[in-house]
């Protein structure tokens, strides 16, 4: 199995910054690509931005120039920098892993942390 721990979330005024950190550990092995998603109360978990095994990144355009995803392999723990925070980016944060295995594609969520932006 494979266990994500995030870290990192809190309260921030708008216009500042954090940084979530996520480490995965387990049967880690077979990792396709790593990210962060987000949810509001009565929304759909939404992608905030992904990062391939092969170091491609995709962002949501909300957070596009605001946003940085990246990874470091040898703690296999993937970060998301936010910068110029928006009261609309208030939400629970979800770090994502995707394994692809010879039998199928794997997908695991941590248990996610809240991010409250404040005017």
């Known amino acids: 199995q494979v266990q994500l721990v995030e870290s990192g979330g809190g309260l921030v005024q708008a216009g500042g910054s954090l940084r979530l950190s996520c480490a995965a550990s387990?049967?880690?092995?077979?990792?396709?690509?790593m990210g962060w998603y987000r949810q509001t109360p009565g929304n759909q978990r939404e992608l905030v931005a992904t990062i391939t095994h092969g170091g491609s990144t995709n962002y949501a355009d909300s957070v596009k120039g605001r946003f940085t995803i990246s990874r470091d392999d040898s703690k296999n723990t993937v970060y998301l920098q936010m910068y110029s925070l928006k009261l609309e980016d208030t939400a629970v944060y979800y770090c994502?892993?995707?394994?692809?295995?010879?039998?199928?594609?794997?997908?695991?969520w941590g248990q996610g942390t809240q991010v409250t932006v404040s005017s």
């Open positions: 387990g049967s880690i092995f077979g990792i396709n690509a």
């Open positions: 994502y892993l995707r394994r692809l295995l010879f039998s199928g594609s794997y997908e695991y």
